[in-house]
DNA sequence: TCTTGGTCTATAT
DNA sequence: TAGACCAAGA
């Protein structure tokens, strides 16, 4: 899902670049979008059971499209799911199974078309499924190629953060504006395979972000730091935490303004009256700034778990039961 | 003016 | 599925 609006609000500072310019660079991947398209190409295999691999040749087209213009993909593949995040899993799966049995029913009927619409939204990109794609073909070819790759314990957003941060590649690719609020620095979206182009966001940037009268969408980050920045895209709301109804993108940039802190904001809220503070909303909001923060990442280093950022001495097991144990 | 919820569309065969 | 885009309502 990403943040709602983050995008747009910062086109001033998207630029769009041939990815020759990332010749000599490695860019970390997110596998996830890549997996999803190519498993379009072969929905009802899949979903029957039958044995393919155009999934593979989907990905490894982008891959060597990368190595082509010099470039060293890093990729990256989602692990478990966080457990801030664990509700959401199980009505998916109904969801999934459901669609399963619907597309079952109607290629019993010989309808092939509609029972292809049903496997297209019963095939997700599961943790198993990436694991197949790893181990069946995938895994071979990337290492055959000697490209680098590793599986998140978690989200692979705080993976390719991590892998940034601490040097290991020099820009991100992914279509997750959630990127930018895990603290990337260099972040490119809308991978186009056609034109060899993507739409690049850099953080040092932001401080240029103003609200100019011809954009709509604009808002303004000028002085601003990284802990307003995440406080304004969690208030807005993000996959951790829904946002408090009627405060969208706009509203938390322009309260953050005036009250400068997340804690304030929330109270500011809470005393006009206007909108309801959920329960706890605080403490959600805590809790969610720590999953952009501290969630357990793996280092290819040290070839073990760490957090994203160390934590300091106000950490306790909630927090850990919260962003990966 | 901003949020929200709806619809449309690309994905690739 | 998820982002882009649009219209309605607050």
């Not at 997996?35 to 029957?48: I, K, N, Q």
């Not at 941060?165 to 959630?178: K, N, P, R, W, Y």
């Not at 706890?280 to 778990?305: I, S």
């Not at 934590?311 to 919260?322: C, H, I, P, R």
Request: proline fraction near 3%; charge should be positive.
């Amino acid at each position: 899902m990403g943040i709602s609006g983050l995008l747009p609000a910062l086109k001033s500072i998207q630029v769009t670049r041939h990815i020759s310019e990332y010749s000599g660079k490695t860019v970390a991947v997110d596998a996830y979008v890549w997996l999803h398209r190519g498993v379009y190409s072969c929905a009802t295999e899949l979903a029957t059971g039958k044995i393919t691999n155009k999934y593979v040749d989907y990905a490894m087209h982008r891959v060597r499209m990368l190595q082509h213009h010099k470039i060293t993909p890093y990729v990256v593949f989602d692990g478990g799911p966080l457990p801030a995040k664990k509700g959401t899993e199980s009505d998916r799966k109904s969801k999934r199974d459901e669609n399963l049995a619907r597309g079952n029913a109607f290629m019993a009927q010989g309808k092939m078309s509609q029972a292809r619409e049903c496997f297209i939204k019963c095939i997700d990109v599961s943790p198993e499924m990436a694991y197949q794609f790893i181990k069946a073909r995938f895994f071979h070819a990337l290492r055959a190629e000697s490209v680098p790759y590793v599986v998140a314990p978690y989200e692979a957003d705080a993976q390719l953060a991590y892998l940034e941060q601490a040097g290991f590649v020099d820009a991100i690719l992914t279509e997750d504006s959630d990127l930018l609020v895990f603290g990337c620095q260099t972040v490119l979206f809308k991978f186009d395979v056609v034109a060899a182009t993507v739409v690049s966001i850099s953080r040092k940037d932001f401080g240029s972000v103003a609200a100019s009268s011809g954009d709509a969408n604009g808002i303004s980050l000028i002085g601003w730091s990284d802990v307003q920045f995440r406080a304004m895209t969690i208030l807005s709301g993000c996959d951790y935490l829904p946002s408090i109804p009627g405060i969208g993108l706009k509203t938390a940039c322009n309260l953050l303004k005036k009250w400068r802190t997340a804690d304030a904001v929330i109270r500011a809220i809470g005393i006009e009256g206007k909108k309801s503070v959920p329960v706890g909303y605080l403490k959600q909001f805590k809790l969610a700034e720590k999953c952009f923060l501290h969630q357990r990442v793996y280092c290819p280093r040290q070839e073990k778990l760490v957090y994203l950022s160390e934590v300091g001495s106000d950490w306790n097991n909630e927090f850990d039961a919260y962003v990966g144990g």
